[in-house]
């Protein structure tokens, strides 16, 4: 009213368009000075001619265990104290209990012989006792698996993790009794020496790991062993070691190394679970030859309790939490 009436919206001076009437910025197409949403962006961030990757499943945060096999898997330490008493028998050496084979096992059957006898053995000597300790050993009852570890291997692969054994016992022996005991099906890799002189696992290990790669990609890697050789092996080439104190080592000289240890092969694997949901490098204090406060806290407050094994719960601050480790076949 009164003024002059208004341009129909035909008649209305219209905005240039670009040229490119499919121009983008960003996820969103424009038109001039205002933007709306492309019909893509609606439903997905990816541009329709990129591949969308798939969820995240929860499979990619287990654990490939590398466990040991003498002394963790299977249950036959009170047979290598056997060996030992037989082998330096003739040396004069006084009868040798468990607790003491415990507190002086090395991985070298040489360094053991001298550590039990207190004094350097003659190449002779070296070379008898050696005879007498594999001879013994090669002519044992078959091995046993503890209890519960087939039981074990079989819901941790539910949960989605995946198994391998390395030794330092010769390969064709290992390969042999894991085929016997029936239970090849659970590991992707199996392995043994193929020299007897070699008494670290350091070389071999990496070598295992290197073989591992293209079957497990980028999964995190731990080792799971009873001994000091495999702890200071996982920490050269890399991977989380698990010390477990149901072997032929004291736990008093495996806890030196200011790791969570696990008493049973349930809390060495809900430790080795835990350590890949977390994926904390740092937690591992000999990596870099300092305790660091993440590695003490750790070993104090153990794994995450969705992690925790039933055995380690039910505290009246901590109530008990599903393990997989302890699921119901």
Partial sequence: MGGEPRPSPSRRKRRSLPKD????????????????LSPHARTSPYSTTERQPAPMSRIFTRPHLVWGWTGTLTDDTDRYVQALNIALRPLG????GLDTFRRQFTTSSSALFAAILGRTLTPRERQQASIAFETHLAHRPPVQLRPGTEQLLARLIRSGCTHSALSLSRNHVVTQQISDLGIARFFIRTEGLSDASVRTKAHPLADHVRALRPDIGNRPIVVIGDDADDIRAAVANHVHPVPFTGGRTRPGILSQFGLPVAGTLAQAAALAVAYAHTKRIDSCPVSNGANNSRGAESARNGPPDEYRCASDQGSPSRPKAPCHCHQNS
Avoid: Y
């Fill in 21 to 36: 009437r499919n121009a983008r910025h960003g996820d969103c197409h424009t038109s001039g000075s205002r933007a709306r």
């Fill in 93 to 96: 050496a006084r009868q040798v």
